[in-house]
């Protein structure tokens, strides 16, 4: 067990950005691709807040902190890892499963803040592609938790 955030703990391979693309080998329709995109962006901006494990946390504050010290003008602490290594290429599989089971309540969060609402059909195409992608993850999960 390593305790790094490069370490097999907490990284995938391969990474959530490689299943993604993986995944929409297989449909290349413009829903798919704005799927992927949109899952993927969620990801890289919810990874930190919602998805991480309280030592997985740990790990993630110690390399900004490390990203901020070779950096010879100092920045905002908070986006500085996204900005080197976003999270998607970084985590993996297991980090993905979290995603997809937050998903919901982050999809009604959000709904909530912006006032917005997502209409039935919009709901039904991203209900479908997320059984798409867990079948998919389903099949190939012995390769893709190595």
């Known amino acids: 067990y390593q305790r790094r955030v490069h370490g097999p703990s907490s990284t995938g391979k391969p990474t959530v950005s490689a299943i993604l693309s993986k995944f929409s080998e297989n449909d290349r329709s413009d829903t798919t691709v704005y799927f992927v995109h949109g899952l993927e962006t969620i990801f890289n901006n919810m990874l930190s807040k919602c998805l991480l494990y309280p030592h997985e946390q740990q790990q993630y504050r110690e390399e900004v902190c490390n990203e901020l010290q070779k950096e010879k003008r100092p920045r905002k602490r908070k986006r500085v890892l996204d900005e080197v290594n976003p999270p998607a290429s970084v985590y993996g599989a297991i980090h993905l499963l979290r995603l997809i089971l937050k ?44």
């Open 103 to 146: 998903l919901p309540k982050i999809i009604e969060q959000n709904n909530t803040y912006n006032a917005g609402h997502i209409e039935a059909a919009g709901r039904e195409l991203i209900h479908g592609k997320l059984l798409a992608l867990v079948d998919f993850l389903r099949l190939h999960w012995d390769e893709l938790c190595v």
